[in-house]
DNA sequence: GCCGTTTTCGGCCCGACTGTTTTCAGTCG
């Protein structure tokens, strides 16, 4: 007899999800729903087959969020297709909710309150009000992007969670397929802020047997389309994946054609001609015949570098190592994990040169945000501890709100005692674009300011900044002597690309800061390095490439 | 339900403000 296709990991993630949703509808503690939540995103990454894991008899405790509980619901749901729990749950509870657990990653109460507001009960008014923005318009972008997020099937993720996607693909195509070499292209590559595909060029003789694997990955993953040498799938985490094989004798050609975006691919095939099958076994050896200097795979986007390569003015792309000090930071005195003298010292064991604090102010209450008093004893604790430690420099600073009028949540008496500024919005984000522009004008005529916060306060994949004229802003820096940031937060990376391309042009300093709010924090340099480079900034661009008696006096306004 | 350099119970931020809301859920870091 044929034995019962296995389960996909998948599957089982959304049995997972759906007895979250239901927990949910029926206002279980909500700590519980979470951890249901939790255990069908670690089904979800998985490489490995959870079926196969639960035949073999593996111990599903050991990955994260998996405890006793979860782990015997996982083996019901692989053995019978699915739970006792769930199903009494489906059986009790309303035609809406039994209608939305087709759709589990939608979370019931906030449909019921769409559901009121719109005065509709279904899924398909649901989708069209998604449709017509209606959803966004009156119940804002997180409602929308939730909504979106959990009707349809492909997904995207920030490129910082795809680090661990892709690490265990790769692993994955080394270990268990016929390939001799891998590497990852495509926006990966390019190091595009979110991912919704994640493409590998590979080398094999058995093109074939490669895509029978994939097939397996991750228990299972649906084929959408296949040809003779490439292969496109939906992984459990509704992303796509794009295998392509190709000879050793024309990788170098290959990567670039899976590498640039469509755009580059034209510019580049308009100023050299075909670039497939060029027989060229390294990139560098196709921008040659092309007569191009080597393009950086995070410029490949069809902007301006094919001109720049072919007349040998490629920016020098600045690197982590550049960075000689942190200019964002928190501690416990706001909303940080680490002291101040923790995370002096984390900055001095990442080699760098200083390290400046920059404590919420007074406003921003949540974050704990510092009182005048609270500010004045900090900076003179800082004055202390600079004479305590050597080999580091504590600058003093605050991330100071810009409120809603324009001016700065500290007095200027207490501001001029800093070293500089990180000034940022936090609130009345739904103001219009000239208003939000004016705001951030006024901020900025104030002297005391120096570095403009997370620009326009995005949230990848979970909300739009506030709108404001980049255009205007840049000007009103460059005229004022303020500088931007880039904040390495991977949900951020604010400045965008485009944005901070166009504060280079008009020759305005940025900032690559971190936002740590714990010493493993600063690590997250190499985020808003990505994103740096891909705005073409080389070290000369960077305001944190400078030694502190050097910035000290670009800070002076 | 999970988790543990605060290990087998008690956390799992949190608190002021906003809105077109009609009395509380969502939002900022």
Same mark, same amino acid.
């Given at each position: 007899m044929e034995e019962k296709a296995a389960i996909s990991n998948a599957d089982v993630a959304d049995k997972l999800m759906s007895l979250a949703q239901l927990l949910s509808a029926q206002k279980e503690n909500p700590f519980k729903v979470k951890a249901y939540r939790r255990a069908a995103k670690t089904v979800k990454a998985l490489s490995e087959s959870v079926a196969e894991l639960v035949r073999d008899d593996a111990d599903l405790t050991e990955?994260?969020?998996?405890?006793?509980?979860?782990?015997?619901?996982?083996?019901?749901?692989?053995?019978?297709?699915?739970?006792?729990?769930?199903?009494?749950?489906?059986?009790?509870?309303?035609?809406?909710?039994?209608?939305m657990s087709a759709y589990p990653r939608l979370d019931p109460a906030r449909v019921l309150r769409i559901y009121k507001k719109l005065k509709i009960s279904s899924i398909a008014a649901l989708e069209e009000r998604l449709a017509s923005g209606e959803i966004a318009q009156r119940l804002g972008a997180r409602m929308d992007q939730h909504v979106r997020e959990a009707l349809t099937e492909r997904h995207e993720m920030l490129l910082y969670e795809a680090d661990n996607l892709v690490a265990a693909v790769e692993g994955f195509?080394?270990?268990?397929?016929?390939?001799?070499r891998v590497e990852v292209t495509g926006e990966y590559r390019r190091r595009v802020e979110i991912v919704g595909e994640i493409s590998f060029l590979v080398e094999t003789d058995d093109f074939p047997a490669v895509v029978l694997k994939l097939e397996r990955y991750g228990g299972k993953s649906e084929l959408l389309s296949s040809g003779e040498n490439s292969a496109l799938f939906r992984l459990a985490s509704g992303i796509l994946l794009k295998v392509e094989a190709e000879a050793g004798n024309n990788w170098g050609a290959a990567l670039i054609v899976s590498t640039g975006s469509d755009n580059h691919i034209r510019k580049l095939e308009a100023a050299g001609g075909q670039v497939e099958n060029l027989a060229a076994s390294t990139e560098a050896a196709v921008y040659r015949k092309f007569g191009l200097s080597f393009i950086e795979p995070e410029l490949r986007e069809g902007d301006d570098e094919v001109e720049l390569a072919r007349r040998g003015e490629?920016? !020098? =792309?600045?690197?982590? %190592?550049?960075?000689?000090?942190?200019?964002?930071?928190?501690?416990?005195?706001?909303?940080?994990?680490?002291?101040?003298?923790?995370? !002096? =010292?984390?900055?001095? %064991?990442?080699?760098?040169e200083y390290a400046g604090i920059t404590d919420h102010s007074q406003s921003l209450k949540i974050a704990g945000g510092l009182s005048e008093q609270d500010?004045? %004893?900090?900076?003179?604790?800082?004055?202390?501890?600079n004479e305590r430690l050597s080999g580091i420099r504590i600058l003093k600073s605050a991330e100071v709100d810009i409120l809603v009028d324009g001016s700065l949540d500290y007095p200027d008496e207490l501001l001029r005692e800093l070293d500089y500024t990180v000034c940022s919005i936090h609130s009345k984000f739904s103001l219009g674009k000239a208003e939000q522009t004016e705001r951030i004008l006024r901020a900025m005529d104030n002297r005391y300011f120096t570095i403009l916060g997370h620009a326009t306060g995005r949230l990848l994949l979970k909300r739009p900044g506030y709108e404001i004229d980049a255009g205007r802003v840049i000007e009103h820096a460059r005229k004022n002597g303020c500088f931007f940031e880039i904040n390495s937060s991977p949900d951020r990376l604010d400045l965008s690309a485009e944005n901070a391309r166009m504060a280079r042009g008009a020759g305005v300093k940025i900032a690559v800061t971190t936002d740590a709010h714990s010493m493993g924090e600063f690590d997250l340099i190499r985020c808003g390095i990505d994103q740096a480079r891909r705005a073409g900034l080389s070290k000369e661009s960077i305001l944190n490439s400078r030694s502190w008696p050097q910035l000290r006096q670009l800070f002076q306004r």
């Open positions: 990955y994260s969020g998996i405890g006793k509980a979860i782990s015997g619901t996982i083996r019901e749901i692989v053995q019978s297709g699915t739970t006792g729990q769930l199903e009494a749950l489906r059986a009790q509870v309303s035609p809406e909710m039994a209608a195509l080394l270990a268990k397929c016929p390939v001799t490629m920016p !020098a =792309l600045v690197m982590a %190592k550049d960075i000689r000090g942190e200019l964002h930071a928190h501690s416990t005195s706001s909303d940080g994990a680490n002291t101040i003298e923790q995370m !002096a =010292l984390a900055a001095r %064991k990442k080699g760098y500010l004045w %004893k900090q900076i003179r604790y800082i004055d202390k501890l």
